[in-house]
């Protein structure tokens, strides 16, 4: 193939792509609710996490990661079972402060999302 041919067939693969593309597009993981929710107090010393995506998640490639400041503190395993698109952990013995909730799920589409959760743990 020419070098003109090849351009050509790389902009035809990558319009076929582009069209093919939006229903995946519409399949990455964005978050709905989550407990804590954003900004909020919860009374620790013991804290269950519960984030609802929009979609299904491979759980077993998703992560749970709690912060204090840029500071990883514990990894949080996921929970097995309970309903596809929500992932489930539980955080315990957390002292009262600011703490981050650290998120990367594998949404079936083969795509990861990310966030942050902040929230405050206060004297139960
Ligand atoms: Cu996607």
Request: aromatic fraction near 4%.
């Amino acid at each position: 193939m020419s070098i003109r041919l090849s351009a050509l067939f790389a902009i035809a693969l990558t319009a076929a792509l582009a069209l093919w593309s939006p229903d995946r597009a519409q399949a990455h993981a964005i978050i709905v609710n989550s407990s804590p929710s954003v900004g909020t107090e919860v009374p620790g010393p013991d804290v269950a996490v519960s984030l609802h995506y929009n979609n299904r998640i491979d759980k077993a490639r998703s992560r749970l990661t709690l912060m204090i400041g840029e500071q990883p503190l514990v990894k949080l395993p996921i929970e097995d079972g309970g309903a596809p698109d929500v992932i489930t952990a539980k955080a315990t013995g957390l002292a009262p402060g600011a703490y981050r909730l650290r998120w990367q799920v594998l949404a079936l589409d083969g795509h990861i999302t990310r966030g942050e959760i902040p929230f405050t743990v206060t004297a139960p």
